[in-house]
């Protein structure tokens, strides 16, 4: 992957990867407050609330964790690395077992920016297909600089985004300590690779932000067709509970897919003919009858720039692009 990149844009992946100065540990306390909630008697999650990324000291994605006989599994590391320093307090107050492992759903912001904390620990990152791509983005220098700013002390110049050391571009499963977890690679979904953790015998499923709950869904620079499609194959039957990448743990999973499954559907019939019959997005917009979401957290903030995503997209797909 390093030789196809430019070597001034390597010089910022290296600013990107590397703590400036040696701190390790050293996090200013989040005062926000972080429940622990137990899903099975091994499997753990913590809920951020339903604003957005800058909101809540960034503390607007979710985390879970699997304590088995051999080390813990860990699954998202929260949008800094204060939070996910809080996480590993609550984590240590239930087992000292080792951090084995921590997989991240996407990269995103909300979801990795806690990972130095996690690897400092001892654990080995383990990220889909797409992080790399992330990593070398203008996007990955210029969202780092503005949270130094805007999540200002949580995160902070030491601060840095963690090199996953597994990329992972197919499904497997693998065995720790009494627990199976299949891991189930997605593709490029709601952003340029996502993944999921299903964990047995526990039947619990971590879906990233493939599922949102109780919120308007963040699509970004997502492919809401292909989103749409593994939505549409994802089967729940039999799963005792489902972590979604924001909202809470559910446990009426097929319940729970719907929702984010029909926004995009909407989005997508709705942008979709006002697109063939070449009408203007503010035009479209106006026009759709928005009543069906609009009662969602989040539907202000993120409601028009989503259908803004999609109508470009479907520009382009309608163009063969
Ligand atoms: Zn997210």
Known sequence: ??????????????????????????????????????ITPDVYYVQGAAGVATDNQGFVSNSGFVITRDGVVVFDALGTPALAHALLKLIRARTDQPIRRVYTSHYHADHVYG???????????????????????????????????????????????????????HSSSFELGGKRFTISYQGKAHSDGDMMMLVEPDLVLFSGDLIFEGRIPFIGNGDTRHWLETLE????????????????ASFEPAATL?????YLAFLRDSLGRGVEELMSFDEIYAATDWSRFAHFPAFDAGNRINAYQVYLSLESEMLGQ
């Open 1 to 38: 992957m390093m030789t196809r990149i430019a070597p001034l844009r390597t010089f910022a992946i290296l600013l990107l990867v590397v703590p400036l100065t040696n701190r390790a540990g050293d996090y200013t306390p989040i005062t926000v407050d972080m429940r622990l909630e137990q």
């Open 233 to 248: 194959r994802l089967e729940t039957t039999g799963l005792r509970a489902l972590v979604p990448g924001h909202g809470p």
């Open 258 to 262: 719907s929702l984010t499954r029909e």
């Open 115 to 169: 990972l130095q904390v996690f690897k400092e620990a001892g654990a080995s990152v383990h990220a889909p297909l797409g992080a790399g791509d992330y990593l070398a983005s203008e996007i990955a220098v210029e969202r780092l600089e503005e949270r130094r700013f805007s999540l200002d002390p949580w995160v902070d110049e030491n601060t840095y985004l963690v090199p996953p050391d597994e990329i992972i571009s």
